[in-house]
């Protein structure tokens, strides 16, 4: 295991034909402690008939250079291994550095010969291309002593190990679906441009493209046709754009493109325009759906922006063109970049507000129109920001990243399980409510963490409902997993905002919905002569055919709350009834509230009650 002990050692070898070859042992170390070694004709006579076919055996060609890289001999004919027609070669550090002068591994090549020459290095080992598509690997190994001979070169022909590790490359580096670039090349070919394009003061723009309607397709067609679509996106995206422009698949339903020398950001519109104008015209005639793509672009002539920034931009743009409705170009500015600087900003205070316990909850009462007794609260976050000011979540929730609006809905959760089960050990009986975003409630493990919850904090799951958006329902995970579960636990659930949005009024007696909240725009009109009050009359009549509660949100008016008792509401939340406090402003839970009590005194307010 040592090199230095056999290292130079001369052994005398016989062929089979009995004749004896003096050689010499060249050894070194390689990692893990293996040692690599190699024995060299010490007469150096390499066009010996018999020993040409020992050499031949083991490598293409072999070449003996001397210290100041001369060649000294070598196997016939060896440097036509780099080109049929090559010229005969007197010194081959010489020729390595003119070669590399087309090729830079030919300098790496040239590097490595001089730092064995040198005793720099005692083996080195670089790939060659040849002039008629082969690769060669040349191998250096130092010899020690006196001799003339400072090293020897193995030459050989690597050419089908080098085209499998290029296959492999392709592989790994290709998206299988749709043999498009995948994340990771597109990611190197874009830092390539950014590097490339500002030396010759040309720019760079990103252009991020998600389609339109896609999970739609998905769900009706099935995946088979889903892929099947997503293969012929990219191939029409490759007759978009131009031969120049690379495009990959980021993931999903998304893609890159990536446009170089571009003078001008307004050079990448007429690219976005034309993949939305082909993608609408391929869903249509291939497939018989609609589909379009919000696409976002993001654009440097300097390099100063880094691939993943640029990338980030063009993905925020994108979400700019979707939030117009789709179909739609969105360029990214330095306004935008500023926007999103600050945005990416206050997100890591906020997780960082989230790891010190900054979040707090203030509660505001749901009360029994008829009794004026508070029936439940619902939990609202709130952030001590440590400049002093209580934020409200509309100030905060905004910037948050998925991740941090699932970290808030965790907490917050918890948090009220805890306070409901603080008011139980005091007396006071009360539900509480939580709201819950469509994101965390998609997640597989929701339910699994509702369960450890709820054991963990001993909270009853019959006083718990979960307040769920419109947006929830048209969640296929949502609709027909998760509330099926919630609802086997016991724990109610409650429509949040009904009536504001695109909520299917025919999923609310399938959908394990207990209570709907009237949106606040729904009851801000109802005392009004040209308002609401059908509306609402019609939507709590629904509701109690189907056995489901009702909840009137933003009552802030006695008028308003005149019109829900006539139209019997069961229950109303609002400033008037009570504004958000924490916990310990809580007034008294067995008091009736004011607002009530004045309507119940004064039944005459409400006319033909």
């Known amino acids: 295991?040592?090199?230095?002990?056999?290292?130079?050692?001369?052994?005398?070898?016989?062929?089979?034909?009995?004749?004896?070859?003096?050689?010499?042992?060249?050894?070194?170390?390689?990692?893990?402690?293996?040692?690599?070694?190699?024995?060299?004709?010490?007469?150096?006579?390499?066009?010996?008939?018999?020993?040409?076919?020992?050499?031949?055996?083991?490598?293409?060609?072999?070449?003996?250079?001397?210290?100041?890289?001369?060649?000294?001999t070598g196997t016939p004919d060896w440097s036509s291994a780099f080109s049929e027609r090559a010229e005969p070669i007197g010194d081959l550090l010489l020729w390595l550095e003119e070669r590399g002068a087309h090729d830079p591994r030919y300098i790496d090549a040239h590097h490595a010969l001089r730092d064995v020459l040198h005793r720099h290095s005692p083996a080195r080992s670089?790939?060659?291309?040849?002039?008629?598509?082969?690769?060669?690997?040349?191998?250096?190994?130092?010899?020690?002593?006196?001799?003339s001979v400072a090293a020897m070169v193995s030459i050989i022909d690597v050419t089908d190990r080098k085209r499998r590790e290029s296959d492999l490359a392709e592989r790994m580096l290709t998206d299988s679906l749709t043999s498009l670039p995948n994340r990771s090349l597109t990611l190197d070919r874009l830092h390539h441009a950014l590097t490339h394009n500002p030396r010759a003061h040309e720019g760079v723009a990103v252009l991020f493209v998600d389609l339109d309607g896609f999970g739609d397709v998905n769900d009706r067609l099935g995946h088979l046709a889903a892929d099947e679509l997503l293969a012929d996106v990219a191939r029409t995206l490759r007759h978009a754009v131009r031969p120049s422009d690379t495009v990959g698949r980021w993931g999903g339903d998304e893609f890159v493109v990536i446009a170089e020398r571009l003078h001008h950001i307004d050079e990448s519109i007429p690219i976005a325009n034309r993949i939305i104008r082909h993608l609408q015209q391929l869903g249509t005639v291939r497939h018989s759906v609609q589909i379009g793509a919000s696409i976002g672009i993001s654009y440097s002539t300097d390099g100063s922006s880094g691939a993943r920034e640029l990338l980030q931009d063009a993905d925020a743009a994108m979400y700019a063109a979707k939030g117009r409705g789709g179909s739609q170009v969105e360029v990214f500015t330095a306004e935008d970049r500023e926007r999103e600087r600050r945005r990416l900003g206050a997100a890591q205070e906020l997780r960082r507000g989230i790891l010190a316990d900054q979040l707090t909850l203030e509660f505001q009462p749901q009360t029994d129109l008829l009794t004026g007794r508070i029936l439940s609260m619902e939990a609202?976050?709130?952030?001590?920001?440590?400049?002093?000011?209580?934020?409200?979540?509309?100030?905060?929730?905004?910037?948050?990243?998925?991740?941090?609006?699932?970290?808030?809905?965790?907490w917050v959760l918890r948090a009220a399980c805890e306070q409901l089960v603080a008011w139980s050990e005091t007396g006071h009986r009360v539900l509480m409510s939580v709201n819950v975003s469509t994101?965390?409630?998609?997640?597989?493990?929701?339910?699994?963490?509702?369960?450890?919850?709820?054991?963990?904090?001993?909270?009853?799951?019959?006083?718990?409902?979960?307040?769920?958006?419109?947006?929830?329902?048209?969640?296929?995970?949502?609709?027909?997993?998760?509330?099926?579960?919630?609802?086997?636990?016991?724990?109610?659930v409650a429509l949040d905002d009904f009536g504001a949005g695109y909520g299917p009024l025919s999923s609310l007696g399938t959908a394990n919905i207990d209570i709907v909240k009237l949106d606040p725009s729904l009851i801000e009109a109802i005392d009004e002569p040209t308002g609401s009050y059908a509306v609402v009359r019609g939507l709590i009549r629904m509701a109690a055919e189907l056995g489901i509660e009702v909840v009137a949100e933003g009552v802030e008016r006695q008028s308003q709350l005149v019109e829900l008792?006539?139209?019997?509401?069961?229950?109303?939340q609002g400033h008037l009834l009570g504004r958000p406090t924490p916990p310990e402003a809580v007034p008294a839970l067995e008091a009736p509230l004011d607002a009530v009590v004045e309507l119940n005194e004064n039944p005459s307010a409400v006319a033909g009650w």
């Open 565 to 572: 008792r006539r139209i019997s509401c069961p229950m109303v």
């Open 439 to 492: 994101r965390e409630l998609a997640d597989i493990g929701f339910v699994d963490r509702l369960d450890e919850i709820l054991v963990s904090t001993g909270a009853e799951p019959r006083a718990l409902t979960l307040e769920i958006t419109e947006e929830a329902l048209l969640d296929r995970d949502v609709a027909l997993e998760r509330l099926p579960e919630i609802a086997r636990r016991g724990v109610r």
């Open 380 to 410: 609202l976050v709130r952030w001590q920001h440590p400049d002093g000011h209580l934020l409200p979540p509309s100030e905060f929730l905004g910037i948050a990243q998925d991740d941090l609006v699932s970290l808030v809905d965790r």
């Open 1 to 72: 295991n040592d090199p230095d002990a056999v290292n130079g050692t001369v052994v005398d070898l016989r062929d089979a034909d009995g004749r004896r070859h003096r050689c010499r042992i060249s050894a070194w170390a390689l990692d893990d402690g293996l040692v690599a070694w190699r024995l060299v004709p010490s007469e150096l006579d390499l066009t010996d008939s018999h020993l040409g076919p020992v050499v031949g055996a083991l490598v293409s060609h072999a070449v003996a250079v001397a210290r100041h890289g001369a060649v000294l």
């Open 126 to 147: 670089v790939d060659l291309p040849t002039t008629d598509d082969r690769w060669l690997s040349f191998t250096i190994t130092g010899l020690d002593g006196e001799d």
